[in-house]
């Protein structure tokens, strides 16, 4: 069984910081692609930023300077550093992870359970 549990989430005024944190648990061969989504309520989800194993990172237009996305390989954990955050980037974040699990000969996108994140103004 593989799981990601996120954490961070929280109530925050504008201008505030929050940092997210998603660790990969379980049987597991490798991870590829992890990476954060944002879905806020009556819209699609979104990808909000990306990150290779080696460390390439991509990003969202909207939150491009004021994110940051990390990860340790050794930890299968992936952070976002949300800085200078807005009332419109309130939403449920989740994190995802390109992975192989132990029984599997490819890989599967996994996703966590969401964290809340609200921005008030």
């Known amino acids: 069984q593989v799981q990601l549990v996120e954490s961070g989430g929280g109530l925050v005024q504008a201008g505030g910081s929050l940092r997210l944190s998603c660790a990969a648990s379980?049987?597991?061969?490798?991870?590829?692609?992890m990476a954060w989504y944002c879905q806020a309520p009556g819209k699609q989800r979104e990808l909000v930023a990306a990150i290779t194993r080696g460390g390439s990172t991509n990003y969202a237009d909207s939150v491009k300077g004021r994110f940051t996305i990390s990860r340790d390989n050794a930890k299968n954990t992936v952070n976002l550093q949300m800085n200078s955050l807005k009332p419109e980037d309130t939403a449920v974040y989740y994190c995802?992870?390109?992975?192989?699990?132990?029984?599997?000969?490819?890989?599967?996108?996994?996703w966590g359970q969401g964290t809340q994140v609200t921005v008030s103004s």
């Open positions: 995802s992870a390109d992975l192989r699990p132990g029984w599997a000969s490819s890989l599967s996108r996994y």
């Open positions: 379980g049987s597991i061969l490798s991870v590829n692609t």
